[in-house]
């Protein structure tokens, strides 16, 4: 197992608690809540394309998280982020990308394709890191673990739940469906998922038939009026609220 080593550490005024990390490698960040005692469950978040773990968008969630429900929050870099390596085939794929975007040309299959490669390395690289996390005395082994990404961090995630049982709650949506939908058949667990009613990227159907393929007999669909950018702010409360109620509500945590 590899373990977590820690490179740096900020505890603000609010009270907010960031540790950058690294496991074999692969750097990541947790989030915690500063002074309290005991365990608390975990919430593992994936960014999307582009981003990474420190997006304003995946902060925001994080404090939410941390602020109202409590939970450590974890965000590692997916391959080929934030000055991650890229290999060959990123290369490639960014390039087509661009050529894409500047031509007008429909990225969904661009996307969708170069997404199910980073997944591939990102899964084993999340398994490893929820190893080295559960190590810690403020998580530990027997936790509750959710998992909360859109975009590429639902491209990642479905993988990421369907093989790994430690997860038992997840925030998905706003991707499709070619690639996951095998993967999503098999994910059991409770899951909300976003759409964007009016996606620019991702067609309704397509949204509506991922959802649809999920094998969870718990499924909320969270579908808001917009374009694909601009899912609403309160859904990070929503999150909050659903975590709440299965990681902490479900199942007790066991004392340190």
């Known amino acids: 197992?590899?373990?977590?080593?820690?490179?740096?550490?900020t505890t603000p005024a609010d009270g907010l608690r960031e540790r950058d990390f690294t496991v074999a490698g692969v750097p990541g960040v947790l989030w915690s809540p500063a002074g309290t005692t005991g365990r608390a469950p975990l919430v593992l978040m994936g960014h999307g394309g582009g981003t990474h773990k420190k997006w304003p968008g995946m902060t925001g969630r994080a404090e939410r998280l941390v602020r109202a429900g409590g939970f450590h929050?974890?965000?590692?870099d997916a391959p080929g982020h934030n000055g991650r390596p890229l290999s060959a085939d990123d290369e490639r794929e960014v390039?087509?990308?661009r050529q894409a975007m500047a031509a007008?040309?429909?990225?969904g299959p661009i996307v969708v394709r170069h997404n199910a490669r980073i997944a591939?390395?990102?899964v084993p690289e999340w398994r490893a890191t929820l190893d080295a996390l559960q190590q810690l005395p403020e998580i530990g082994p027997d936790g509750p673990v959710g998992?909360?990404?859109l975009n590429m961090g639902t491209a990642i995630g479905i993988p990421l739940i369907a093989a790994e049982p430690r997860i038992t709650a997840a925030v998905l949506g706003?991707?499709?469906?070619?690639?996951v939908a095998g993967l999503a058949a098999r994910i059991t667990?409770?899951?909300q998922y976003a759409l964007q009613w009016d996606d620019e990227h991702i067609p309704r159907a397509a949204g509506l038939a991922l959802f649809d393929a999920l094998g969870s007999q718990e499924k909320t669909l969270h579908a808001n009026a917009g374009r694909h950018k601009e899912i609403p702010r309160f859904e990070a409360d929503s999150a909050v609220a659903f975590f709440t109620r299965h990681l902490r509500h479900a199942a007790p945590v066991p004392a340190s």
């Open 174 to 179: 706003m991707f499709w469906p070619d690639t």
């Open 189 to 191: 667990v409770p899951v």
């Open 104 to 107: 007008g040309e429909p990225v």
């Open 95 to 97: 390039a087509a990308l």
């Open 1 to 9: 197992m590899n373990p977590i080593k820690f490179t740096a550490e």
């Open 73 to 76: 929050v974890a965000v590692i």
């Open 147 to 149: 998992y909360f990404g």
């Open 120 to 122: 591939e390395r990102a």
